[in-house]
């Protein structure tokens, strides 16, 4: 969970985040289903507010992924929060969608008791990498940092960049 989020943005019904001076608002969610959903309204309302409504449906279906990954595989005991900054560029603005989770382990990890290994037709399907590559479909970047207190993954959005992925090595 980053530092900076205050407890008044823990509802997954919250309407706003905490705002920070370079443009970007941090949510925390709860553990559970009905944060995507949540997550969804919470950045399409955000982009919408900064005059970026052409970025709603991909950054909407990249955290609903990200979120949604992050419920099913993060801690149990934890929240899960998002951030969405806005990064002004010369030309066009980006977007930068976080996602962070509690967990601190690997699926398979020793002593893990709070994530559940997926198995059968869902351990195809989650390690797959389907959800992830429609991340990386749909950004021009993105990726995964390993944190003292959980992950966090980003994808990153350009406002003028048709060609989605093309910045990906």
Request: charged content about 20%.
């Amino acid at each position: 969970m980053p530092p900076f989020v205050t407890a008044s943005a823990a509802r997954p019904d919250s309407h706003a985040g905490v705002v920070g001076s370079q443009g970007s608002a941090t949510w925390l969610l709860p553990p559970a289903d009905a944060s995507v959903p949540a997550a969804r309204r919470q950045v399409a309302e955000q982009l919408n507010a900064w005059g970026l409504p052409r970025l709603v449906d991909d950054a909407e279906l990249i955290v609903s992924e990200l979120v949604t990954n992050a419920v099913r595989h993060g801690s149990r005991s934890g929240p899960v929060w998002h951030t969405v900054r806005r990064i002004p560029g010369e030309v066009l603005d980006e977007v930068r969608l976080e996602v962070g989770d509690s967990g601190t382990r690997s699926w398979g990890d020793a002593g893990r008791s709070d994530v559940d290994e997926p198995v059968g037709d869902e351990a195809d399907l989650s390690c797959s990498g389907r959800g992830l590559l429609l991340v990386e479909t749909l950004s021009s970047d993105w990726g995964v940092c390993r944190l003292p207190h959980g992950h966090v993954v980003w994808a990153l959005l350009s406002n003028g960049d048709e060609d989605h992925g093309s910045a990906c090595p």
